[in-house]
């Protein structure tokens, strides 16, 4: 063996052209390979899709994989035909009030679970668990029902209303991201809130101005969560919003290809392009929390 | 830690220790006039909201609903003034939430399940008979006639009928279902007599009529004892006696025209005559587990339950396997040092997962389509994708990999950087090939990672409604039972039954989302019972 090492090693400098070739592809050729044929999975209906918007023909049946000509005629035609605009203010308002809020009241509770004891502590916390295992959609029939009745009550808040569908989604807002901002408020470090405290300040101020600003990280990814699963939420969505005008942007795809799937096709690959910017836009911006945080357990809904 | 000693916190204390342990208790009391005027903003914003909820109950004169909201509203001034319950005022805006609209409606979904509560089976006993009598009006001779114009309360599509009259003298009347008030200040056209303007009503273009033409056949306006007005075509109405009569002697509807008796059966909640024929409109009761029987022993539902019950095991399983095979490896292939193209390999296989994945769905839908999708074009072929069971089912399953892999490749790697990589080089050291050293030191290590997240992928994927309705609506649909569909998930299945039939079936929708709930709780506490995550709350 010590008489063979010095020979392999002098013949690793002395490849041959072939030889080093066939070494890289055995390291990292293959990878490139892998990757390629990876990407090209996961690019395909993405480059699909956005041929079909440039298409000037805007039919499913002309739209190729690589776009064959540029023409803005299919967004034209979604603003004109349809009330887009409605429809994708619609949605960023659910998506965006519903974070919003949803991160506040996560946060809230997830303050008391970390850093105070009281008695039905350790029952909170299982049972906000124990809730996940009835997703809210599976009530949607109650839902539906108790909001027929609501709806006569309080119009405000009945169906095809913003308001309506937005309290329903808050009830989903202390969740599994509870748990996720709570394990995260814990590692925080207790001295921080104690000195803050030792100086005067009430539980409110140590919230507000000391614990918020630490925990940022887990803040923006349950926000980014929350964003992308109310933009993308269909079922509930369906059953409370049936008027055209009240419908999110989903909702109208929905519709716009269900009832003409050829001749929209080009209509509908703008709006879904559309509907996918904001979550481009904030996979972008909160990229570097999103490994963090995915591994800490959140669920993409 | 603080935990061991909190059995005794929050218990009124006698005799104030050192250092209270009240909840909180080592808070500064008071705060920032700032803060104590955002307090006080708020509960009266609070208190507003409160009396705007309870106005509309008053006028109804429902006082438990009156008793609820003041209830409500005395509970968040007494958590919020008081200083014994801090704990509280974090979790309650998020609790008062959850209750409302998420524990209500678990409880009311378990109530409903033992009703017979759908269409047809909708109020009350009285209703059901004065929809029967309203509805069996026949024209008489000279009867009294309007000028009809459809209205709703509400949207078009769907807000509830009222017929606005206009009578020969034109006296304007809005008649719904309950029966007909006098309308004031509605504007009429002098030439045909039809309501052009009312308020509080939607009226309704011949267009939108003729869309809701069904409801309009069923609908009729009671006017007293068995009398009542329909519609003869669209703009003209009459009024006419029934000749379905409600007798409370013998609980009991005689048809005077065919001479038939319908009797009441309060087990079933509708009337039927002898030959067990029922009259449509029936009214809501009880029936115990009857809904679950069906669906656990009458042949035919209890066949397409249980076969959609193994598609949905299967579907989720099959989905969590894949995307977790796929995510690992392109993980495990992009887990070297130095890799020329690595940030836009990674950029490039995480696209599916920054789409909108309502969107993604409805677009592999249409490049599966038979006649115009992309497949097809490419394949030169003219295979129906969507419409044969297996390719269904695949299709299904491969568009949920395409937008599912992404996510477990970033936490994939997340995992694998925080395995030292000595380890699996330690184990080819010790003469493991690099097979060996993943699955017996890396892939271990990695699972203490991945476990609960593939837990709640399964979970997440086992009611994915989206993944399903979507692409196939749970189709295709086999001639012999046009319910189930080859790739119905339960969740799907419960929708089509309460929203996308015909006749809405509240009843046993409410039933099957309560199986799912039992079949998703057994297989959490199983799994949870595995990764002790519940022994570890602290």
């Known amino acids: 063996m010590a008489a063979d090492a010095p020979g392999a090693t002098r013949g690793s400098y002395r490849r041959s052209p072939a030889a080093r070739f066939a070494l890289w592809a055995r390291r990292l050729g293959w990878r490139h390979v892998v990757m390629i044929v990876v990407a090209a999975f996961a690019i395909f209906p993405v480059l699909f899709v956005v041929s079909a918007a440039l298409n000037p023909l805007g039919t499913l049946s002309s739209a190729q994989l690589w776009p064959t000509g540029a023409s803005l005629a299919n967004a034209q035609d979604l603003f004109r035909n349809t009330p887009f605009t409605t429809w994708y203010a619609n949605s960023l308002f659910f998506a965006v009030s519903n974070a919003a809020v949803t991160v506040l009241l996560s946060a809230l509770a997830a303050y008391a679970f970390s850093r105070m004891r009281f008695r039905g502590r350790r029952v909170g916390l299982v049972g906000l668990l124990v809730i996940q295992m009835f997703p809210q959609f599976l009530a949607i029939v109650a839902i539906y029902l108790m909001f027929s009745n609501i709806g006569e009550i309080w119009p405000v808040v009945g169906f095809d209303t913003r308001w309506g569908l937005l309290l329903v989604y808050l009830g989903g807002a202390l969740s599994i991201n509870t748990w996720l901002m709570k394990g995260f408020f814990d590692t925080v470090p207790k001295e921080l809130d104690e000195s803050a405290q030792m100086d005067g300040a009430t539980h409110a101020q140590v919230f507000f101005r000391i614990m918020l600003p630490l925990v940022t990280p887990v803040l923006a990814i349950v926000g980014l969560l929350v964003f992308i699963s109310t933009i993308n939420e269909f079922l509930m969505a369906s059953v409370f919003l049936r008027d055209t005008d009240a419908k999110t942007l989903g909702l109208g795809l929905y519709q716009l290809v269900e009832s003409q799937r050829n001749a929209n096709f080009g209509m509908f690959s703008v709006g879904a392009i559309m509907l996918s910017l904001p979550t481009l836009a904030v996979f972008w911006f909160l990229q570097r929390y999103i490994t963090e945080g995915l591994t800490s357990g959140a669920v993409k809904g | ?538």
Not at chain 2, 55 to 84: E, T
Not at chain 2, 403 to 427: D, H
Request: charged content about 15%.
């Open chain 2, 1 to 538: 830690m603080a935990s061991k000693n909190h059995d005794s916190a929050g218990a009124p204390t006698t005799g104030a220790p050192a250092r209270p342990p009240l909840p909180g208790g080592r808070f500064a009391g008071g705060g920032s006039l700032g803060g104590q005027i955002l307090k006080i903003a708020l509960l009266s914003l609070f208190t507003a909201v409160g009396v705007y909820a309870a106005l509309p109950l008053y006028v109804a004169g429902n006082w438990l609903g009156i008793a609820v909201v003041a209830a409500v509203v005395a509970l968040v001034y007494w958590i919020y003034l008081s200083k014994r319950t801090v704990p509280a005022k974090y979790l309650l805006p998020g609790v008062l939430f959850l209750i409302a609209f998420q524990i209500l409606p678990v409880l009311y979904t378990m109530s409903t399940s033992v009703t017979n509560l759908s269409d047809g089976h909708r109020g009350g006993k009285e209703q059901a008979i004065a929809a029967i009598e309203a509805y069996s009006v026949s024209r008489p001779e000279g009867g009294a006639e309007y000028t009809l114009t459809v209205a709703t309360t509400g949207s078009p599509e769907t807000g509830d009928l009222v017929f606005l009259l206009t009578d020969g003298e034109g006296n304007t009347y809005a008649g719904d279902s309950e029966g007909m008030t006098e309308l004031s200040g509605a504007t009429v056209d002098p030439g045909s007599g039809k309501v052009t303007e009312a308020f509080g009503y939607t009226l309704l273009t011949p267009a939108e009529v003729n869309a809701r033409s069904g409801d309009l056949e069923d609908f009729a306006v009671p006017t007293g004892d068995g009398t009542g007005i329909r519609a003869s075509g669209l703009s003209a109405a009459f009024e006419g006696t029934a000749t379905r009569v409600y007798d409370e002697e013998c609980d009991c509807i005689t048809d005077s025209a065919t001479g038939e008796v319908y009797h009441a059966d309060e087990e079933r909640g509708a009337f039927y005559n002898d030959e067990g024929q029922r009259l449509a409109q029936g009214w809501q009761v009880g029936v115990g587990f009857d809904n679950f029987a069906r669906f656990l022993f009458n042949p035919t539902f209890a066949g397409s339950f249980f076969s959609i019950l193994v598609w949905n095991v299967v579907f989720a399983t099959a989905v969590t396997f894949l995307v977790f095979a796929v995510g690992l490896a392109v993980a495990l292939t992009l887990h070297v040092p130095k890799l020329r193209g690595k940030t836009a390999y990674r950029l490039l296989v995480v696209l599916p997962y920054a789409m909108s994945s309502l969107a993604m769905y409805l677009l592999w839908r249409d490049m599966f389509n038979t006649d115009f999708g992309l497949f097809n074009q490419l394949l030169g072929t003219e295979v129906d994708w969507l419409g044969d069971p297996w390719t269904a089912r695949a299709a299904v399953i491969l568009a949920n990999v395409w937008l599912g892999y992404p996510y477990m490749f970033l936490v994939a790697t997340g995992a694998l950087q925080a395995i030292p990589r000595e380890l699996g080089q330690a184990a080819q050291l010790d003469g493991a090939g690099p097979w060996q050293a993943f699955r017996h030191v890396t892939l271990p290590m990695l699972m203490v990672a991945m476990t609960p997240i593939l837990i709640s992928t399964f979970a997440f994927n086992f009611n994915n409604f989206n993944a399903v309705w979507l692409i196939t609506k749970g189709g295709p649909f086999s001639p012999d039972d046009p319910t189930a569909g080859a790739t119905d998930l339960l969740i799907t299945y419960t929708y089509r039954m309460a929203f996308s039939e015909a006749t809405a079936q509240y009843g046993y929708a409410a039933a099957l989302s309560v199986m799912i709930f039992l079949v998703v709780s057994v297989m959490s506490v199983v799994s949870l019972w595995r990764s002790k995550t519940l022994k570890e709350v602290d």
